[in-house]
């Protein structure tokens, strides 16, 4: 139940964080770290790829929470893709596609940074 | 281990060359008088170098005798043996050497001269039999007076030995007849010393009351021995001719030893009477002292931590008359994967800065202890191979010694105390504080369990206290409805949860239902919980749609929460007269509508309260209005319910609950709940639920 791994990727300017396993209060301090980490060097564009994503509760959802309006200020976001469709029902349950875009694909999340960018 | 060894072997090779140098040296200055007895000529620079030989040899024998003597003797008794031993031969010696009278010597001009070998063979070994047994006597006895030794012990016995050489070395050019008033003044120089070094008895004190006996018995024994010994070397006895004759500053020597010894044993024996008397309640003060009241100190310390280990640096410095005294307890660090650290929990007359050049890592000292888990004991701080390195950066002390707190042998921590005297720590006291810190131990592994299971019930007691609390910001009574029947029921998976549900009586006709989830679990959910309830009290009745409440509750919440955390809310409001219920929700599980066998999801569009702002929230915030017909269930729920998992780790799900529902719409609310409950823990095969899991029905009456 506790397995959770993370793993970053860069494709610049972009940091792709890709999700495996279960995203709950007990591994959400793990990608807490690893966001915070990120931040510290400043990067702010973030892709989270769903992909392998199983489970996410409402800890896991916090941990975006916690960093977006940061990350916003300073010109960054949190985008998110490759959801199944278990964990886009916890996301739009809470109203998340509201407040974050979701894409299919990583790559069009990739570029929706890197045109932003380039306009 | 094999230091040790090698090191023995290397002190008995060096003593046994001492032993061999002393006897050519013996050999060479026989040869010298047998040739100078015939002679009868000045050898001048040869007699001196013959003088020279002689006190070379007793050195050599000086150097051999300490090889084979006790270290570090303690027990009083064996060195009485010792001396014994040794007395009683010399005096055979001297009785097999008066058995067969020797007169082959005469006196002429202030000068000894033996007329035929075979006197000149017993002179020399009677002279060095006596020169060799004082050195004995002398050796011995100071190993007494240096038990416990004080600051001023080493100084007056170094005294006593410089007067004693003085003394002796004074006659090295007088002639065996003559007399010399400097060397006699000398002689009572050192004699006065010698009284002032027999007052040294401290072995006394320590002994049993049987030892004590003892102690009285040799010392009357030795006494008249060593008054046997002296008359032996009376000014016209066989002994003192040889000695005149062989050596004056040897004369002078074994005789200053001898009145030395008669005044020691004689003290001795009185010093010892007089302890006797109190002997044995000495005996019962010292097992008290070390085990009945320290231990009860101890133990009606352990309800405070920092107090015991004060209390136990403290009284090490008692028992042991330590200097200074300090503590090391063991933390294991859960994080670092068994990793062990220090820490310095008491101290007393020494600074902290100071212990770490001590203990520090780059020192043998505590690695030993964790290595051996047995005491150390540093006699020479400045020359100790462990300790020799930072003897310099600290100052004041003279031994050391290190006592490891085990529990189940497992080592606790390290108890260390110092003496600013060297050899400060003998065996009695190695025993004391050894004892002593076994109690320590268990004292202090009590203390942190106590203080570890006190944490715990506390901790206990508060979620208890919490748990009761939540129960009744939860559990009230149903409202009766006409129409229309009502069950809820919550379960945390904690002591205390973030799920929370309430019912309102906002007017005549309308009745408020609201079920949440608070993001997180356990404790921090539990905080914005009964926050929650308090904007729902506080805030429904004044609201007229669900809408218009779901806004002013995200108000207050958004921006005064913690970024990461947020509440899903729905929220309905029933009108019992036309049987219509306003819903909105704020991202939580939509309504479960059944209705003529069919299921309808009421999923209003809602952004879970505190993650955005008025603008947007407001913005996508809808009300749907439902007509509940008769017979007609809603359910509101937590995702508890449709989270809940089976051991393959597959969720409940909607689908199921649906079903469930659709299989027992016959039923009342709260035989529904219960079908629903007992659905989930057959799928789970659990007995309780590990999340926060609530179920709010409400159904409306056929008739």
Redesign the interface.
């Known amino acids: 139940?506790t397995d959770f791994v993370i793993k970053v990727r860069n494709v610049e300017p972009v940091h792709v964080f890709e999700l495996k396993g279960y995203l709950d209060?007990h591994t959400a301090p793990k990608l807490e770290e690893t966001f915070q980490d990120l931040i510290d060097k400043g990067n702010h564009l973030i892709v989270v790829n769903c992909s392998n994503l199983s489970y996410i509760s409402?800890?896991g959802?916090?941990?975006f929470?916690?960093f977006v309006?940061d990350l916003r200020e300073k010109q960054g976001d949190i985008k998110f893709s490759n959801m199944t469709d278990k964990v886009f029902n916890v996301f739009d349950?809470?109203?998340?596609p509201?407040?974050y875009e979701i894409f299919k694909d990583e790559k069009e999340a990739v570029e929706k940074f890197t045109n932003a960018k380039n306009n | 281990m094999k230091l040790s060894i090698t090191q023995n072997i290397m002190t008995k090779i060096s003593g046994a060359v001492s032993l061999a140098v002393a006897g050519v040296l013996f050999l060479i200055v026989f040869f010298i008088d047998a040739v100078q007895k015939n002679l009868e000529i000045d050898f001048g620079l040869i007699v001196q170098l013959r003088n020279l030989f002689v006190v070379l040899t007793f050195v050599g024998i000086y150097l051999f005798i300490r090889t084979i003597m006790p270290k570090r003797s303690v027990q009083a008794l064996r060195l009485f043996g010792i001396i014994f031993i040794t007395i009683l031969s010399f005096l055979a010696v001297f009785l097999i050497l008066r058995l067969i009278s020797i007169d082959g010597y005469e006196a002429v001009e202030m000068q000894i001269t033996p007329t035929d070998y075979l006197t000149l063979l017993f002179f020399s070994l009677a002279s060095v039999i006596s020169g060799t047994a004082a050195i004995i006597f002398l050796y011995t006895i100071s190993q007494l007076i240096f038990f416990k030794r004080r600051k001023g012990t080493q100084r007056n016995f170094i005294i006593f030995l410089v007067l004693l050489g003085a003394a002796s070395l004074s006659t090295w050019n007088l002639q065996s007849l003559e007399k010399s008033t400097l060397s006699y003044i000398l002689f009572m120089g050192a004699v006065i010393a010698g009284i002032a070094n027999s007052f040294k008895f401290s072995w006394i004190v320590y002994l049993s009351k049987r030892e004590k006996m003892f102690s009285i018995g040799y010392s009357l024994l030795l006494f008249i021995l060593f008054i046997i010994f002296n008359v032996t070397l009376s000014e016209n006895g066989f002994i003192n001719k040889s000695l005149l004759y062989y050596s004056y500053p040897l004369q002078f020597f074994v005789r200053i030893v001898a009145i030395f010894s008669v005044i020691y044993f004689g003290m001795s024996f009185v010093v010892s009477l007089f302890h006797l008397p109190t002997a044995e309640a000495f005996d019962r003060k010292r097992i008290e002292l070390s085990s009945v009241q320290n231990l009860s100190k101890l133990i009606t310390r352990v309800f405070d931590f920092k107090d015991l280990v004060q209390t136990v640096t403290n009284l090490t410095i008692e028992v042991s008359e330590a200097r200074s005294a300090w503590l090391e307890i063991i933390r294991h660090d859960d994080a670092g994967g068994g990793t062990i650290r220090f820490e310095l929990v008491a101290h007393k007359n020494i600074m902290p800065a100071e212990i770490d050049l001590i203990t520090g890592d780059d020192t043998g000292l505590r690695r030993y202890s964790i290595e051996t888990k047995k005491v150390v004991v540093v006699d020479e701080f400045i020359r100790d191979r462990r300790t020799r390195n930072i003897a310099q950066s600290v100052r004041n002390i003279g031994s050391l010694i290190c006592v490891p707190l085990l529990s189940q042998n497992e080592l606790i921590g390290i108890l260390y105390a110092a003496k600013t005297i060297e050899y400060g720590f003998d065996e009695e006291d190695t025993a004391l504080i050894s004892t002593f810190a076994d109690n320590a131990s268990i004292a202090i592994e009590n203390s942190r369990l106590i203080e570890q299971s006190i944490k715990r019930e506390r901790l206990q007691q508060e979620l208890m206290v919490a748990q009761k609390v939540q129960k009744k910001l939860l559990s009230q009574t149903i409202p009766k409805l006409a129409g229309f029947e009502l069950d809820a029921f919550s379960s945390p998976a904690f002591e205390v949860g973030g799920d929370y549900y309430d019912i309102a009586i906002l007017g005549e006709k309308r009745i408020g239902i609201v079920v949440g989830d608070v993001s997180g679990k356990g404790v921090s959910a539990a905080f914005y919980m009964a926050e929650l309830k308090g904007i729902f009290q506080a805030l429904s009745k004044s609201c007229t749609s669900t809408t218009e409440f779901l806004i002013k509750a995200n108000n207050a919440l958004f921006g005064s929460i913690e970024k990461s955390a947020f509440i899903s809310l729905i929220y309905a409001i029933l009108n019992i007269e036309n049987a219509t219920l306003g819903l909105s929700r704020a991202g939580h599980c939509p309504m479960i509508h059944f209705q003529n066998g069919k299921v309808n999801l009421h999923k209003p569009t809602g952004i879970g309260l505190g993650l955005t702002g008025a603008s947007l929230f407001n913005e996508v915030i809808e009300e749907e209005s439902i007509s509940v017909g008769p017979g007609d269930i809603c359910v509101f729920y937590t995702d508890g319910v449709t989270e809940a998992r089976n051991p393959e780790g597959e969720e409940f799900g909607t689908e199921r609950l649906i079903g469930t529902i659709v299989n027992n719409s016959h039923l009342n609310p709260q035989e529904l709940r219960k079908a629903i409950l007992d659905d989930i823990t057959s799928y789970t095969g659990l007995d309780s639920f590990d999340d926060d899991l609530t179920i709010l029905i409400l159904k409306r009456n056929i008739a």
């Open positions: 139940m209060a409402s800890a959802l916090g941990v929470m916690a309006e349950l809470l109203g998340f509201l407040l």
